[in-house]
Structures are given as C-alpha cells and as structure tokens.
C-alpha cells in the first residue's frame, strides 16, 4: 500500500477512534497485532474481520456522519440525497418495500472516489418470497433476476457537499454539513416522496405506509400537527433526529445494534487478557500485508474440505467466535465460508458489474445469528438462511447512480 495514502487514512480514523474518547485498541496501527500475528504459526490464518452486534451505547454514534457499521433500524444513508428509488426499493416477488438488514462501511484505500464506501444490505421479511429467490439467483443470464435480497454500493470521495471534510466528533455539536432528503415516516428507511393530504407534514415512502401509520398513530396526531407550525420528527437522515421509531414502526424495522468489528484471532486473545469490549473500530479497512502464500493454500484447503465436509468445516470455524453475525475479506482471493457445499455458486454464477462489467469479488457475508439477534421467531414460516453471500465490483467503479447494486448470494 502507498504509505501516503496509508497515512492519509490514519488520519482519517484516527479523529474517528477519539469519539469514543477511550484508548481504543486501533486496529490498523496496533503494534500488538503484529506480534499476535507472528505467535499465530500454528495455523494458517486468512486476514479476516468479523462483525459482532453489541447495543449503542450513544446511539447518535449510528448517525450517517459517523459512517456506521450497524445492523437493523434504519440505514444510515451515506449519500443522504439520491436514495435508492422505483424497483430497486422493493421486492421483486411480492411488491413490498424492502427492509434494512445491515451496512458495512468498508472505504478503499488507495482510491480517491472510495474514500467512504458503504455497503447496504436490504431484504424482503417473508420467507415465501425467500424461497422464490433461491431460484432466481441462478438466472442472471437470462435476464434481470427478480430478487427478495438486494445490496447496494455507495461511496464518497472525502471531499464532497455532505460530509466534513474533517471527522465530525460525537460530542453533541456534531452535524453533517447538508440534511438529507425526508424520509417515510412509517418505515424511516426509504424517500418519503409522498405527503399526507390532511397535514402536509408526514412524508411516506408508499401508500401502503401512509395506511399502516395512519392505522398506527398518525389518525389522533395528523389533526394536531395540522394546527402546529413544527415539521413532524420524522427525518433520522437530516440532523440526525431519532425519533422515527417513536411512531410504532417496529414493524418495519429489525432490531438496531451498532456492528463491532474484530480480527478473527483478536477475538481469541482478547478473551484471555478480559478487555473485549476495548476494540470499537466500525471502519473495516482493508489490509494486503498477509502473504499471498498462505492466502492460497488456505483458501484450497477450504475448497477441499468443503466438498467433504462442508459443514463440519463451517461449525469449527463458527465455533471459535460463535455470536459473529459478519465475516469480512475483501481480498481477490478470499471466499465465502459455506454451511453446505451443495447450492454454492460457480464463478460463472456471479454476474459482472451491471456498471462496468468487471468481475464481482466476493466481499463479505452475513452469518444467521444475526436472525437470533433481530428477534427473527423460529417458525416454520418465519425468515431463516443460513448465510448471505456478498459481491461486489472489484473496481469498486463510479456511474451517475448513487445507490449501486451489487449481488447477494443466499444459501438457505
Ligand atoms: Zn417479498
Ligand atoms: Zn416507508
Ligand atoms: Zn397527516
Ligand atoms: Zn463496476
């Protein structure tokens, strides 16, 4: 890595680890890693990162200006202004609005335009449509795939008319430099592109949400905010007002956890020394000081096993940190960890960028304990998979759309 841009993100992050006004273990600069790094010879180690939820302890700290990791709520949109619109937004089963799953900011280095990246994940709750798209998943050649799980790109350079230029600290003063568009005030997720007629202050993302908060809360409070002059509290994506979830949307929403991110084998260590709440990094930034080598052999010995013991190999794995909801590796030559061998997808499987028609790289996946966390029943017709498989364009390249979207591969 170019060590100007290297220190040019340190930078970055740096003012970012000060908010949690600790001695934050840094993740990226921590000699101690290095150490842990070489006593690991034992076994060969792929450089990854899980993802673990734990409840905001300042939930302003989930605000878009601090670039979250989170999962459920409401998504912490990067690019404030030209959210994910028509289509894209819903199902392509049964027509609803699509539900946040979880966002990973995740910038790349050595690239201007991707000096914040983050990555989304929606899905559709109804396990009937899940199942439709286990089959579509297969098709991209024919076509475009009707999806119940969709993941979208979006990146900033650093400078750009939202965000400092500087990161903002979370001290109460903190706001992003621009306020976003208005969001539903039933769902908090999507452009509330529609105004209700009586009071023209509530703003919905579709009819059906209009009714739901109608039937909700909105028919005893829409007369009163008639007679006021106060905007209702509906925008989570302006000034970073919270209350959206007030109006009963718990429907509409999973469970909101802030994600924490840890090395794999950080995880191990820290249990021993008992400090395993002191790492509190939610940028993953990714590093290529592993040597290639090893890289290679454990991910064939990954492809080996799995074909034999695919699930074995996923519960030991699982087993060491079993509460992980995310695994990240954005390395050309990393690979997802499947719980089955069979329904993994070949190369062929994964389509190309939809924008610029480079090969999509596996980045990350979302493990089921996440389900645990958001409270998800264990019906049989309740929403179950068993991991979410993300791609993305390994260009990680620009287009017009701010809102890019990216391939999810699920394996129930
Ligand atoms: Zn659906
Ligand atoms: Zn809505
Ligand atoms: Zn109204
Ligand atoms: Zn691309």
């Known amino acids: 890595m170019d060590s100007n841009l290297a220190s040019l993100r340190s930078l970055t992050i740096t003012p970012l680890e000060e908010i949690e006004q600790d001695e934050d273990v840094q993740m990226e600069n921590s000699d101690e890693f290095d150490e842990e790094e070489e006593e690991e010879e034992e076994e060969e180690e792929v450089e990854l990162k899980l993802g673990f939820v734990e409840k905001p302890t300042n939930p302003r700290s989930l605000l878009r200006h601090f670039f979250p990791c989170k999962a459920g709520g409401f998504p912490a949109w990067l690019d404030p202004v030209n959210l994910p619109l028509g289509k894209s937004r819903i199902c392509g089963f049964c027509g609803e609005l699509l539900q946040f799953v979880l966002q990973v900011y995740a910038p790349i280095d050595y690239k201007e335009s991707t000096f914040h990246r983050t990555l989304y994940v929606f899905m559709c709750p109804s396990m009937k449509c899940l199942r439709s798209d286990q089959h579509e998943q297969w098709r991209y050649k024919q076509g475009t795939p009707s999806r119940s799980v969709k993941v979208f790109r979006c990146q900033l350079p650093r400078l750009n008319p939202y965000y400092s230029y500087i990161p903002a600290k979370l001290d109460g003063t903190d706001r992003p430099l621009s306020t976003g568009v208005p969001l539903c005030c039933w769902c908090g997720t999507w452009k509330g592109?529609?105004?209700?007629?009586?009071?023209?202050?509530?703003?919905?993302?579709?009819?059906?949400?209009?009714?739901?908060?109608?039937?909700?809360?909105?028919?005893s409070e829409c007369h009163k905010l008639t007679a006021s002059d106060s905007p209702i509290a509906n925008n989570a994506n302006g000034i970073g007002d919270l209350t959206v979830s007030k109006n009963g949307s718990s429907k509409a929403t999973w469970k909101e956890y802030k994600i924490v991110i840890k090395e794999e084998w950080e995880f191990e260590s820290e249990e021993s020394e008992g400090n395993s709440s002191s790492v509190d990094n939610s940028a993953i930034v990714t590093k290529y000081s592993k040597t290639d080598e090893a890289m290679h052999s454990v991910m064939d010995q990954f492809e080996a096993d799995a074909n034999n013991n695919s699930w074995a190999l996923f519960q030991e794995r699982i087993s060491r940190d079993p509460e992980q909801v995310l695994r990240y590796c954005r390395d050309p030559?990393?690979?997802?960890?499947?719980?089955?061998?069979?329904?993994?997808?070949?190369?062929?499987?994964?389509?190309?960028?939809?924008?610029?028609?480079c090969p999509l790289h596996y980045e990350f996946q979302i493990m089921s304990q996440l389900l645990y966390y958001f409270g998800?029943?264990?019906?049989?017709?309740?929403?179950?998979?068993?991991?979410?498989?993300?791609y993305t364009c390994s260009e990680s390249c620009e287009s017009s759309v701010s809102y890019k979207e990216e391939f999810a591969w699920v394996q129930l």
Request: contains cysteine; glycine residues 2%.
């Open 376 to 390: 998800v029943k264990n019906d049989p017709d309740s929403l179950d998979w068993q991991t979410i498989a993300v």
């Open 333 to 357: 030559m990393a690979k997802p960890l499947w719980p089955v061998s069979s329904g993994r997808p070949s190369k062929a499987d994964i389509p190309p960028c939809a924008y610029c028609k």
């Open 193 to 219: 592109e529609k105004n209700c007629s009586s009071c023209k202050k509530a703003r919905y993302c579709s009819e059906k949400h209009q009714a739901m908060h109608w039937n909700s809360v909105h028919k």
